[in-house]
């Protein structure tokens, strides 16, 4: 069974750029989750779907981050302008039913310069 | 808030016993993780506690004490591949699965 994946596995652009990150969840895994690191600091949650629905996206730093799950399989996060403070690792997760473990993919090295 | 404390960094030698401490404040209570995170890779399940006590799984076991809002993960005979980061995450309660991330503790493993 293919795990969680992630492209790219790392981005560098320059600040007021837009990425896109694209993240495929384990195949049947209808939840799926959004996470950041930065540098020196602990994983933060960004936002969680159900299928396509945004359950909780408490998260979400501010309105220069959109999350899409069209059709429920595979989501993006796309920054829109990046700015020097959204460098860090974006984690994508599933899981099979809530409550239970999330599975996380590699990651996306984001560098904002 | 929310808040989860673990020590930043800790050292022990190939073959001995090393325990990882966890602990917690957290808006309610719907279980802890730890998960083992290899630098550049993703993080990976180790286990799950919602209940008291202890969850033994080979050469790893994890402990829980929710009155004390205190965990430890328990890495018994080990080996140098147990060069990692240790997250302890706890998903809290009010309906919503986010999980709430400590620091991580890096552990390194020497000869």
């Known amino acids: 069974e293919a795990g969680v994946t992630q492209f790219p596995s790392h981005s560098v652009i320059e600040k007021g750029q837009t990425v896109t990150l694209r993240c495929d969840p384990i195949s049947g895994h209808d939840n799926l989750y959004w996470y950041r690191r930065v540098m020196g600091k602990e994983i933060k949650f960004l936002l969680h779907?159900?299928?396509?629905?945004?359950?909780?996206e408490s998260g979400m730093p501010n309105n220069r981050f959109l999350a899409e799950r069209t059709g429920g399989t595979y989501s993006t996060l796309k920054v829109q302008p990046a700015e020097l403070e959204d460098s860090g690792v974006y984690f994508c997760?599933?899981?099979?039913?809530?409550?239970?473990?999330?599975?996380f993919g590699p990651g996306t090295r984001l560098t904002v310069t | 808030g929310q808040n989860i404390d673990q020590p930043t960094e800790m050292t022990a030698t190939e073959g001995a016993i090393v325990q990882i401490n966890c602990t917690y404040q957290?808006?309610?209570?719907?279980?802890l993780f730890w998960y083992q995170q290899h630098a550049g890779e993703a993080p990976t399940f180790l286990s799950y506690?919602?209940?008291?006590g202890l969850e033994e799984k080979g050469r790893f076991s994890s402990f829980l004490s929710r009155s004390k809002g205190y965990s430890y993960l328990l890495l018994k005979e080990l080996q140098m591949k147990d060069s990692a980061s240790y997250l302890c995450a706890v998903l809290p309660s009010g309906g919503y699965n986010k999980l709430i991330f400590g620091a991580g503790t890096r552990l390194a493993v020497h000869p």
């Open positions: 506690n919602v209940l008291d």
């Open positions: 779907f159900v299928k396509e629905s945004k359950q909780d």
């Open positions: 997760a599933s899981s099979q039913t809530q409550g239970h473990e999330q599975y």
């Open positions: 957290t808006s309610g209570f719907n279980g």
